[in-house]
């Protein structure tokens, strides 16, 4: 199996700048462009609501809040992965069962 890249950055130069657009100005959270993005964001997805967080754990905080987890529900996530992708799941008291990934994917499979 080829070495996983975990640093590569995959993104294109009007990502870059609006993302350096965010971190000149101090506004990580919350900040102008939230609303915009929000908006964007619904339409891109094609949903009706968007909600921009301040990480990807609040991200998967509130994804399983939505799953209405119960005490010892059990939930797949990847072993090759962030804590923060388990981690929220002891809030709700659900047991992770981490699986492999594929080796050409690098996904669940």
């Known amino acids: 199996m080829d070495e996983i890249k975990l640093n590569k950055m995959y993104m294109n130069q009007e990502i870059k700048n609006a993302v350096l657009e965010v971190l000149e100005s101090g506004y990580y959270i919350k900040g102008p462009n939230l609303k915009d993005f929000e908006a964007s964001f619904k339409v891109y ?4 609501y968007a909600i921009g967080v301040s990480s ?15 005490p010892g529900d059990e939930v797949i996530v990847p072993s090759h992965t962030f804590i923060a992708t ?10 992770p069962v981490f699986v492999d990934i594929d080796p050409d994917t690098y996904c669940m499979d």
């Open 56 to 70: 990807g754990t609040s991200a998967l905080f509130l994804a399983y809040q939505e799953l209405n987890l119960n």
């Open 45 to 48: 997805i094609g949903s009706k």
């Open 86 to 95: 388990a981690t929220p799941l002891a809030f709700f008291k659900a047991k």
